[in-house]
């Protein structure tokens, strides 16, 4: 690049590295993010992850300690979405909606339809919020798995979907970069529910459409 990189670009790359596996790669680009924003625990998280996929447990949770030990704490993640002149937001689990009952029916039958067409929940992206004690009995994972699909994205697209008409594009903001698990399901939903979504999170514009996203993974 003929300029320096900014922590944008940074941070894109170790997603990628993230993405295809590139530990050593992803260790050097978390140095230097560190340095550019010290309070932003997304990258910590993220390496941690990757290394506890690569069966690196001992550095996922040393990476882990050094977290505890700064005393930081993960961002709560928070997705908008704005319909009827009027933004509603949701985090994680959020059950505070007026709404509450029918989005919770409307996810469960979105995660229905979503494995009825070959969706698979990525909980290995949840290694680091997790107990970490690492034995993997059938409660944990489902745990994990119920975890995963309240995530705040998850919630207002399903408030997208019984608010709106069909074919309406939905348009969701997210304060933190979208999860691995999250991108795939939305995905799957643009094809099964013929809906265009777009959602702006930390790093850039995903415009999911007939089963693809615009980033083409990249993010
Ligand atoms: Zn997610
Ligand atoms: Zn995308």
Redesign the pocket.
């Known amino acids: 690049m003929p300029i320096r990189p900014n922590e944008v670009v940074l941070g894109s790359l170790l997603g990628s590295c993230s993405a295809h596996g590139k530990l050593e790669l992803g260790e050097r680009l978390l140095q230097e993010l560190v340095q550019m924003d010290p309070h932003n625990t997304e990258y910590h998280i993220l390496l941690s992850n990757m290394y506890a996929l690569a069966g690196k447990r001992e550095k996922a949770n040393s990476l882990r300690h050094v977290l505890k030990k700064m005393g930081i704490r993960k961002n709560p993640g928070m997705s908008s979405i704005h319909i009827g002149g009027q933004v509603h937001r949701f985090s994680a689990g959020d059950k505070s909606h007026p709404r509450t009952q029918e989005i919770y029916i409307m996810l469960d039958e979105m995660i229905r339809r979503l494995r009825l067409a070959g969706y698979v929940p990525n909980t290995a992206f949840q290694v680091f919020s997790g107990c970490g004690s690492g034995e993997d009995n059938a409660n944990e994972q489902e745990e994990k798995e119920l975890a995963l699909f309240s995530h705040s994205e998850k919630l207002a697209i399903c408030f997208g979907l019984i608010s709106t008409k069909a074919g309406v594009p939905l348009y969701i903001f997210k304060n933190l970069r979208?999860c691995q698990d999250c991108?795939s399901a939305i995905k799957i939903v643009s094809e099964i529910y013929s809906r265009e979504i777009v959602i702006r999170d930390r790093n850039r514009f995903?415009c999911?459409k007939q089963g693809s996203?615009?980033?083409s993974?990249y993010?």
């Open positions: 979208i991108h995903h999911f996203c615009s980033c993974d993010w």
